[in-house]
């Protein structure tokens, strides 16, 4: 029997209520996924792979919904978080979006052409080609912590690949999720998207249903769940889950310029975002300034918190209390934490508004250090050579990102050489999600497979070889009954 489970690592009896609590919207029953996702499949196999054009008038109608309902969602992602900053919605979950589908759409063409492959001479003049063809039905499960952009830009890719989806949103973030749903259902027909929403039940039976292929965005324990459930029915899988992304800085980079980048990586969504910088790792000379300046950075971005629109309140009481969590086992461990709180405003408990935090050299065995921090709190790891940072990383599960801060191109290469990851920013964090032509996905604990780009395209694509025989040809040769012929040609093509 499958286990009940939430894209989100959180109690389920705190998750339903919080579902309960979004309102008079109608959570999709579990027992009907199983007939909505066989009407797709249906439609899917009658319609046949849609043309360019189809393709493109589905996206232009996605484009058109997300100008259209961007206030809407806006909107709803605060009410969803208790405040999330217009601005981060703006640039996190509207702007990448709208962009990934324009990507889409410029590059559809030369994405869906065919591509010849070369024949051996031995075959000649038969021909072969590679075809891109839609996998069917697609289905999405997106987390809250930028819960538009990561359900809506793996949808436009697998609309460009001509296929068609099931949404299933994360349900701590019902109030977004219902205005996904508003905007799918206005422009797609039921057949084309759907939009499903419910708690932990909902969720698992969605990871039960046979797809052509599930694309899941959410914590690694909850990966393994899901793709435990997907192996029963072998669906493919694209995991894309988190770790602990760690930051090197170089001894040679400025570090006032190093202390400002990374705190924005933290602070941006309140450190919510997978590919934050989890920690940092400063040569141990300058760790006290990086303090400073850090202290610094977030005074000039953030001059004041509690009643700051530009800041971001942690999702909900249950990820507020385990930050907190993390933050008192550190003092009790003796480690040095320092809390930047600009304004010294006092932060209620219930607006759920955690300061920025730095760590000063933790000990290693604490949940900060083993856990994925997911919120503003930044440990600083002293290191005396690169090739300590370098032996720090590698002895941890390989991270969905890696961040380097250094201009010296052989300690760049070395860093880039000597560690795996999923993505790599140099000299920035979080930008390389941004860039459509670049693929995004992790490495083993950090992830499977990977969406954007041509490489999203044929994520959600079959690759088909198909070999052309010539009308005249030398295959006769080959078959029996064999004789003197087939041991002269073996013979020639084996070399003796």
């Not at 999600?433 to 969406?451: C, E, K, N, R, T």
């Not at 052309?468 to 073996?490: E, H, I």
Request: some cysteine.
């Amino acid at each position: 029997m499958l286990p009940r489970m939430s894209a989100n690592p959180v109690p389920e009896k705190e998750a339903k209520h919080e579902a309960s609590a979004s309102g008079a919207h109608e959570d999709t029953k579990a027992s009907d996924l199983a007939s909505i996702l066989e009407r797709m499949k249906k439609a899917q196999l009658q319609s046949g792979a849609p043309s360019y054009e189809k393709r493109v008038e589905r996206l232009d109608k996605l484009l058109k919904g997300m100008l259209t309902h961007k206030d809407a969602i806006v909107a709803a992602i605060s009410e969803d978080f208790g405040h999330r900053s217009k601005h981060e919605s703006l640039i996190a979950d509207v702007f990448t979006t709208i962009n990934a589908i324009k990507h889409c759409r410029a590059h559809l063409h030369e994405w869906m052409e065919v591509e010849p492959r070369p024949i051996s001479w031995l075959f000649a003049p038969a021909r072969g080609e590679l075809v891109p063809q839609p996998l069917g039905v697609v289905g999405i499960i997106s987390p809250w912590n930028y819960p538009v952009t990561l359900a809506l830009t793996p949808l436009a890719t697998a609309i460009a690949a001509g296929n068609r989806a099931m949404i299933k949103p994360s349900e701590l973030t019902p109030k977004t999720g219902e205005a996904m749903s508003k905007l799918v259902k206005e422009i797609f027909s039921e057949d084309e998207v759907t939009v499903v929403t419910g708690g932990a039940d909902v969720g698992a039976a969605f990871s039960a249903l046979p797809f052509d292929h599930l694309l899941f965005t959410g914590s690694t324990r909850v990966g393994k769940i899901v793709m435990k459930a997907a192996a029963e029915n072998l669906v493919p899988v694209t995991l894309e889950l988190g770790g602990k992304s760690p930051t090197i800085v170089h001894e040679d980079f400025p570090i006032d310029v190093a202390a400002t980048r990374i705190m924005y990586g933290k602070c941006f969504n309140a450190g919510q975002t997978c590919i934050a910088p989890d920690y940092a790792l400063v040569p141990r000379a300058q760790v006290d300034r990086f303090v400073d300046e850090c202290k610094a950075a977030v005074a000039k971005m953030l001059p004041t918190l509690k009643s700051n629109t530009d800041y971001t309140a942690i999702v909900n009481a249950h990820h507020y209390k385990r930050l907190s969590g993390y933050l008192d086992e550190a003092k009790k461990k003796d480690a040095k934490v320092i809390e930047v709180n600009p304004a010294k405003e006092e932060l209620p408990t219930e607006e759920h508004k955690l300061a920025p935090t730095l760590v000063v050299d933790p000990p290693q065995d604490i949940a900060l250090m083993q856990e994925e921090i997911f919120g503003p709190i930044l440990p600083i790891i002293p290191y005396d050579k690169l090739e300590d940072a370098i032996a720090f990383v590698n002895e941890r599960p390989r991270p969905l990102a890696l961040y380097f801060f250094g201009y010296d191109d052989e300690a760049t290469s070395k860093v880039i050489d000597r560690t795996i990851s999923g993505g790599v920013g140099v000299n920035e964090t979080l930008m390389h999600f941004a860039q459509d032509d670049l693929p995004f996905g992790g490495v083993g604990p950090s992830g499977i497979g990977h969406y954007h780009a041509k490489e999203g395209f044929d994520t959600f694509s079959k690759k088909k070889p198909i070999f052309y025989q010539a009308r005249v040809n030398g295959t006769g040769l080959l078959r029996p009954p064999y004789g003197k012929t087939v041991d002269l040609a073996m013979r020639f093509l084996l070399g003796k």
